[in-house]
Nanobody, 126 residues
Framework: QVQLVESGGGLVQAGGSLRLSCAAS????????MAWFRQAPGNEREFLAT????????YYAISVKGRFTISRDSAKNTVYLQMNRLKPEDTAVYYC???????????????????WGEGTLVTVSS
């Protein structure tokens, strides 16, 4: 069973950047489609980005496309989310997730992902 630990959150001014990391242990991330979600207080958990296990195909939510970039470093068994031009509405807890089923396709629902980290808080001040 893979374990996921997020890091890199913090306080940043609007317009700034952060890079979140998701360190995996217990299994190689190369076998899994990985994704980032976020959840703001009172809101549903929102899909942001995914990178597939085969061919590293990426897909983004419209709300972050062009500002956020998902990537992975197989040697470090880590997935990243580079976030640029941050806005106050990006404030949320950010979660890393893994689809351990090895299905083919693009998945943007939280129910598609069976392994989750504890999250890291990102606060964007105006």
């Amino acid at each position: 069973q893979v374990q996921l630990v997020e890091s890199g959150g913090g306080l940043v001014q609007a317009g700034g950047s952060l890079r979140l990391s998701c360190a995996a242990s217990g299994h190689t991330i190369n076998d899994y489609t990985m994704a980032w979600f976020r959840q703001a207080p009172g809101n549903e958990r929102e899909f942001l980005a995914t990178i597939t296990w085969r061919n590293s195909i990426t897909y983004y939510a419209i709300s972050v496309k062009g500002r956020f970039t998902i990537s992975r470093d197989s040697a470090k068994n880590t997935v990243y989310l580079q976030m640029n031009r941050l806005k106050p509405e990006d404030t949320a807890v950010y979660y890393c997730a893994a689809d351990v089923s090895r299905r083919l396709g693009i998945f943007d629902s939280r129910t598609d992902y069976g392994a989750w980290g504890e999250g890291t808080l990102v606060t964007v001040s105006s």
